[in-house]
């Protein structure tokens, strides 16, 4: 795992394990072994090693019975307390999209309101604020697909078009930084990543938008571990796989802010940048029939 997403999940990890220590402690002042506990509160014996090895986060719900059946309801709100950190700081896909994805495009569009300068980088996929409705469209459906989630791809897609009103606003500053492996991964058909490609290339054209293409030539000094976004220097949300990482630690956030900096500091922009997506479209363009427009 690349070092920098390893150390936002070591984080989060550490969280989990403390909270689930003074759960353990916790019993053991009370006098229970861990079947005992388990029994009280009509638990299989096996949820509550999870809980307190960090191998399980626990509900709210789950943490009141804890106390209550401790007798230590006097640490109720701190351990909720604890648990709301470590909500904050690492959700999983599955309980961000348990209603579908109109509910977190609403959540994302008020974060948007709030911000005033955007730092994007993206290392394989074209990032929300940029991508057409065909682009969005297939990565909603692999979303559903692979996490088993919810469609509403249409209320999802119209909600991230909707969001991208917010480019227009001349007060609101936007530097995106794309690999060129963004550009040309294979993650939608032709006719769709032309027309993606097109649109980057109108909307590098904002004067609120910088947007830097790093090409494949280019020698790095950060390696593009992973995507991620910042807004202003409040917080960073990364993506993985299972679940976004939502980071606020003032040394996480300045150890991403350098390494915008320094993804930047290596991009092409202007002209240099859309004769990259330039080239891309020509490459891509060689695969479409000539009888599809």
Known sequence: MPQSRASDVSNVLEAR???????????????????QLAESLSWPPSKVSKLENGRQTPTGDEIRAWARATNSENETEALLTSLHTLEVQYADWQRIFRSG???????????????????IFEATVIPGFLQTAGYARVRFAESIRRLKLPNDINAAVQGRMQRQEILYRPAK????????????LRLCPPTIMLGQLDRLVSLSQLSNVRLGIIGFETPYVTAPWHGFWM?????????????????????????YGNAFEELAAVASYGKSARAIIARVMDDLASEVPDDVE
């Open 231 to 255: 807004y202003d220097n409040e917080k960073v949300l990364v993506e993985t796989m299972s679940a976004a990482l939502d980071l606020r630690q003032p040394q996480e956030i300045e150890l």
């Open 173 to 184: 500053r936007f530097r995106f930084v794309l690999a060129e492996a963004a550009l040309r």
């Open 101 to 119: 994805f109109r509910p977190r495009q609403n959540e994302i569009a008020e974060l948007d309101e709030k911000t005033r300068l955007f730092r």
């Open 17 to 35: 394990n403390a909270l689930g220590k003074r759960l353990r402690e916790l019993r053991l002042q009370a006098g229970f072994n861990g079947r």
